[in-house]
């Protein structure tokens, strides 16, 4: 009886473990949710199979062995979430050359606390060209181009309102360098977005789709996401940027051609930015910049530190024109 339990046991642990390895259901209840963060499966997975074992030799003694199904699944399951993190972890490295015109774009969701003298700061240290700013007002944007401008770095400011009046919206700050953008055309995502185009320079895009954070936002989300992801195959060369509230798990962003996720493509794709109080191996990535495939080489992308009091760490992301 024992014994058949713990194959049952296996057997449930064993098709939830599957669930959340593989991205097909990612965009269910409670797995959209858990598959976000693949670290902390491996972690619970290999407590868990540790847990057991113990309970196994302590309490079943003459039974012992009913649990070695169920704490094989657990370890393989560890194991699973493990190996998706490693390969997306390897990090190669690519150069630019000097010939190569280059684009460095930052994307920041500052929750609305981040002040325009931080942001200034943070734009002139990267040497950030295109600014995504979720979650930021346009007074606090078009303040930070305003002290980047007396610091020589002129920014062309852009903003889009959210339709949450406890949410600020999108912003968007673009250097010179990278094209003229006289006006920009809003998204119908909830907490923002915009697209803006210019004839000496990519189309840029800011989104902000709504989270998943329960279960009546699910079809919003699933929308919204799909939404801001295809804004990239549908303007060739294209930049988008912005917190899409969705993993490279999710389907929105599981199939993107043309298009590339930069930190996938290079390899850091396991570094989480949400929230900012994990460390990056623990986090969720869900914060993004995709390019055209056919347009752009990824070189460079880098999860910086917690900044100014936001749930989110910045992102920064160099690409060369092909």
């Known amino acids: 009886m024992i014994r058949r339990a713990g194959w049952v046991l296996a057997g449930v642990a064993a098709l939830v473990s599957a669930v959340l390895a593989v991205p097909w259901g ?23 199979a540790v847990l057991v074992a113990l309970v196994g030799a302590l309490l079943l003694r003459r039974d012992r062995l009913a649990v070695v199904p169920l704490v094989g699944v657990l370890l393989v399951a560890a194991g699973v979430q493990t190996g998706v993190l490693l390969v997306r972890g390897h990090e190669p490295t690519v150069a630019a050359s000097s010939a ?27 040497h950030a060209q295109v600014v995504v700013l979720p979650e930021t007002s346009e007074a606090t944007a078009t303040e930070t181009a305003r002290l980047l401008d007396a610091a020589g770095v002129p920014m062309q400011v852009h903003a889009a309102a959210s339709t949450d009046p406890w949410v600020d919206g999108v912003a968007l700050l673009v250097s010179p360098t990278v ?28 989104v ?23 804004t990239c195959a549908d303007n060739p060369g294209a930049i988008v940027a912005g917190d899409f509230n969705a993993t490279i798990d999710h389907p929105a962003l599981a ?52 900044t100014g009091g936001s749930d989110h760490r910045p992102v920064v992301a160099t690409v060369a024109a092909r």
């Open 100 to 126: 190569e015109r280059t684009v460095t774009v930052l994307s920041f969701n500052t929750l609305g606390r981040v002040p325009a003298d931080a942001l200034a700061r943070l734009v002139q240290e990267q």
């Open 208 to 230: 902000h789709p709504v989270s998943p954070s329960e279960p009546s936002s699910m079809p919003l989300w699933r929308t919204e996401t799909r939404a801001a992801a295809a």
């Open 179 to 206: 094209g003229t953008y006289a006006a920009a055309d809003p998204l119908p995502l909830r907490h923002g977005g915009l697209t803006t185009t210019s004839r000496t320079g990519p189309t840029l895009v800011a």
């Open 26 to 48: 990612a965009g269910l209840v409670g797995v959209a949710q858990l598959v976000s963060f693949r670290a902390l499966i491996a972690i619970g997975s290999a407590a868990a």
């Open 255 to 306: 199939h993107l051609d043309p298009c590339v996720d930069v930190a996938r493509a290079l390899g850091r794709a396991a570094s989480g930015t949400w929230p900012a109080a994990a460390p990056t191996w623990l986090a969720t990535p869900i914060d993004h910049v995709l390019v055209d495939g056919r347009a752009w080489r990824p070189l460079r992308f880098d999860v910086l530190p917690a």
